[in-house]
Protein backbone atom coordinates (compact mmCIF):
# COMPACT_ATOMS: atom_id res chain seq x y z
CA UNK A 1 0.00 0.00 0.00
CA UNK A 2 2.47 2.39 0.48
CA UNK A 3 4.60 1.98 -2.85
CA UNK A 4 1.43 2.68 -4.18
CA UNK A 5 1.13 5.97 -2.57
CA UNK A 6 4.66 6.92 -3.79
CA UNK A 7 3.68 5.76 -7.29
CA UNK A 8 0.72 8.03 -6.94
CA UNK A 9 2.82 10.94 -5.55
CA UNK A 10 5.56 10.92 -8.18
CA UNK A 11 2.82 10.05 -10.98
CA UNK A 12 1.13 13.28 -9.51
CA UNK A 13 4.34 15.20 -9.88
CA UNK A 14 5.58 14.16 -13.28
CA UNK A 15 1.78 15.21 -14.35
CA UNK A 16 2.46 18.92 -12.79
CA UNK A 17 5.38 19.10 -14.29
CA UNK A 18 3.76 18.52 -17.97
CA UNK A 19 3.99 14.95 -17.94
CA UNK A 20 6.48 13.03 -19.64
CA UNK A 21 6.57 13.08 -24.03
CA UNK A 22 7.88 10.24 -25.89
CA UNK A 23 11.32 11.57 -27.82
CA UNK A 24 12.34 13.83 -25.53
CA UNK A 25 15.12 11.91 -23.67
CA UNK A 26 18.40 12.85 -25.18
CA UNK A 27 20.86 10.41 -26.24
CA UNK A 28 24.74 10.22 -24.82
CA UNK A 29 26.98 12.37 -27.04
CA UNK A 30 29.18 9.35 -29.10
CA UNK A 31 32.59 9.05 -27.98
CA UNK A 32 35.53 10.92 -29.85
CA UNK A 33 36.38 8.52 -32.72
CA UNK A 34 39.80 7.39 -31.80
CA UNK A 35 42.88 9.02 -33.87
CA UNK A 36 43.78 6.22 -36.68
CA UNK A 37 47.48 6.10 -38.21
CA UNK A 38 45.76 5.26 -41.80
CA UNK A 39 46.42 8.25 -42.72
CA UNK A 40 50.40 8.36 -42.09
CA UNK A 41 52.67 7.93 -44.93
CA UNK A 42 55.33 6.92 -42.27
CA UNK A 43 56.83 7.63 -39.28
CA UNK A 44 59.94 10.27 -38.92
CA UNK A 45 62.36 11.97 -35.94
CA UNK A 46 63.82 15.34 -36.64
CA UNK A 47 66.97 16.27 -35.40
CA UNK A 48 69.72 18.84 -35.36
CA UNK A 49 72.37 17.78 -33.88
CA UNK A 50 71.80 15.51 -30.59
CA UNK A 51 68.17 17.78 -30.43
CA UNK A 52 64.78 16.37 -31.13
CA UNK A 53 61.82 17.98 -32.37
CA UNK A 54 59.16 17.08 -29.79
CA UNK A 55 55.91 17.70 -28.53
CA UNK A 56 56.94 19.02 -25.14
CA UNK A 57 55.76 16.99 -22.25
CA UNK A 58 53.45 14.80 -24.61
CA UNK A 59 50.86 17.88 -24.55
CA UNK A 60 47.73 18.27 -26.15
CA UNK A 61 46.07 21.29 -27.51
CA UNK A 62 48.62 24.63 -27.38
CA UNK A 63 51.51 22.61 -25.68
CA UNK A 64 54.81 23.88 -27.15
CA UNK A 65 56.60 22.41 -29.63
CA UNK A 66 60.88 22.53 -28.84
CA UNK A 67 64.42 20.83 -28.72
CA UNK A 68 65.00 18.08 -26.34
CA UNK A 69 67.80 15.63 -26.15
CA UNK A 70 66.05 12.32 -24.62
CA UNK A 71 65.98 8.84 -25.54
CA UNK A 72 65.17 5.93 -24.12
CA UNK A 73 67.96 3.88 -22.77
CA UNK A 74 68.45 1.78 -26.02
CA UNK A 75 69.13 5.40 -27.86
CA UNK A 76 65.58 5.37 -29.71
CA UNK A 77 63.70 8.89 -29.64
CA UNK A 78 60.07 8.83 -27.66
CA UNK A 79 56.94 8.89 -29.35
CA UNK A 80 56.49 12.69 -28.15
CA UNK A 81 59.97 12.90 -30.58
CA UNK A 82 58.43 10.98 -33.38
CA UNK A 83 56.03 12.31 -36.34
CA UNK A 84 53.76 11.17 -38.26
CA UNK A 85 53.59 12.66 -41.76
CA UNK A 86 50.64 12.48 -43.47
CA UNK A 87 50.18 14.13 -47.27
CA UNK A 88 47.82 17.04 -47.81
CA UNK A 89 45.19 17.14 -50.71
CA UNK A 90 45.95 20.82 -50.81
CA UNK A 91 49.56 20.17 -50.56
CA UNK A 92 52.20 19.98 -48.18
CA UNK A 93 52.34 17.37 -44.98
CA UNK A 94 50.73 17.58 -42.06
CA UNK A 95 52.90 17.10 -39.31
CA UNK A 96 51.27 14.93 -35.65
CA UNK A 97 52.79 13.82 -32.84
CA UNK A 98 53.12 9.96 -33.30
CA UNK A 99 50.91 9.35 -29.88
CA UNK A 100 48.12 11.10 -31.71
CA UNK A 101 47.00 11.19 -35.10
CA UNK A 102 44.28 13.99 -34.08
CA UNK A 103 47.14 16.57 -33.48
CA UNK A 104 49.14 18.70 -35.68
CA UNK A 105 52.11 20.74 -36.03
CA UNK A 106 50.61 24.76 -35.63
CA UNK A 107 51.70 27.95 -36.72
CA UNK A 108 49.13 29.78 -34.34
CA UNK A 109 46.58 31.72 -35.29
CA UNK A 110 48.24 31.33 -39.08
CA UNK A 111 51.05 34.05 -37.62
CA UNK A 112 53.95 33.86 -40.04
CA UNK A 113 56.24 36.08 -38.74
CA UNK A 114 59.70 35.70 -37.10
CA UNK A 115 60.09 34.41 -33.70
CA UNK A 116 56.40 32.85 -33.73
CA UNK A 117 56.90 29.96 -31.55
CA UNK A 118 55.15 26.70 -32.94
CA UNK A 119 52.24 24.70 -30.66
CA UNK A 120 50.20 21.42 -31.46
CA UNK A 121 46.94 22.04 -31.78
CA UNK A 122 43.41 20.10 -32.51
CA UNK A 123 43.73 19.06 -36.72
CA UNK A 124 41.44 21.45 -38.65
CA UNK A 125 42.75 21.43 -42.40
CA UNK A 126 44.05 24.73 -42.38
CA UNK A 127 46.83 26.23 -44.25
CA UNK A 128 48.92 26.86 -40.86
CA UNK A 129 48.95 23.06 -40.15
CA UNK A 130 50.38 22.15 -43.83
CA UNK A 131 54.53 22.00 -44.16
CA UNK A 132 57.08 21.57 -46.52
CA UNK A 133 60.54 20.26 -46.82
CA UNK A 134 63.55 22.31 -48.60
CA UNK A 135 64.80 18.31 -50.40
CA UNK A 136 62.31 17.32 -53.21
CA UNK A 137 61.56 13.75 -52.26
CA UNK A 138 62.67 13.72 -49.21
CA UNK A 139 61.40 14.48 -45.53
CA UNK A 140 64.51 16.42 -44.40
CA UNK A 141 66.35 20.29 -45.16
CA UNK A 142 64.37 23.36 -44.35
CA UNK A 143 61.01 22.51 -42.93
CA UNK A 144 58.82 25.37 -44.46
CA UNK A 145 55.16 26.42 -43.64
CA UNK A 146 52.94 26.12 -46.24
CA UNK A 147 51.84 30.01 -46.58
CA UNK A 148 50.45 30.99 -50.02
CA UNK A 149 49.04 34.39 -48.81
CA UNK A 150 52.77 35.46 -47.43
CA UNK A 151 54.37 34.17 -50.22
CA UNK A 152 57.13 36.75 -50.37
CA UNK A 153 58.27 35.53 -46.92
CA UNK A 154 60.28 32.14 -46.63
CA UNK A 155 60.20 31.26 -43.13
CA UNK A 156 61.24 28.04 -41.51
CA UNK A 157 60.85 26.15 -38.54
CA UNK A 158 64.44 26.66 -36.24
CA UNK A 159 65.63 24.89 -33.05
CA UNK A 160 66.61 27.87 -31.20
CA UNK A 161 68.65 27.21 -28.04
CA UNK A 162 68.67 23.88 -26.77
CA UNK A 163 65.48 23.03 -24.68
CA UNK A 164 63.70 26.09 -25.98
CA UNK A 165 60.73 26.57 -27.96
CA UNK A 166 60.76 26.33 -32.11
CA UNK A 167 59.99 29.23 -33.55
CA UNK A 168 59.69 31.03 -37.19
CA UNK A 169 63.12 32.03 -38.47
CA UNK A 170 63.73 33.97 -41.42
CA UNK A 171 65.64 31.17 -44.37
CA UNK A 172 69.15 32.52 -44.37
CA UNK A 173 72.87 30.95 -43.40
CA UNK A 174 71.83 30.11 -39.59
CA UNK A 175 69.05 28.49 -40.21
CA UNK A 176 68.01 24.93 -38.92
CA UNK A 177 68.75 21.72 -41.39
CA UNK A 178 66.94 19.31 -40.04
CA UNK A 179 67.56 15.68 -40.33
Not at 4 to 26: E, H, I, K, S, Y
Not at 49 to 68: A, N, R
Not at 98 to 119: H, K, Q, S, T
Request: proline share 5%.
Amino acid sequence: MKKLRVLAVVAAAVAALGGVTAGTAQAAPAAPAKASYSKCQSIHTYRTGPMFLEDHGWGGQGSVVDTWKYVDQDGHAQNNERWCLEPANEGGWYLHPAFNAGLCLDVPGANYGEGVGLVIWNCNGRENQRFTFSQPGQTGGFITPVNRSHSGNRYALDAGEAYSQVSLDWIGPNTTFWQ
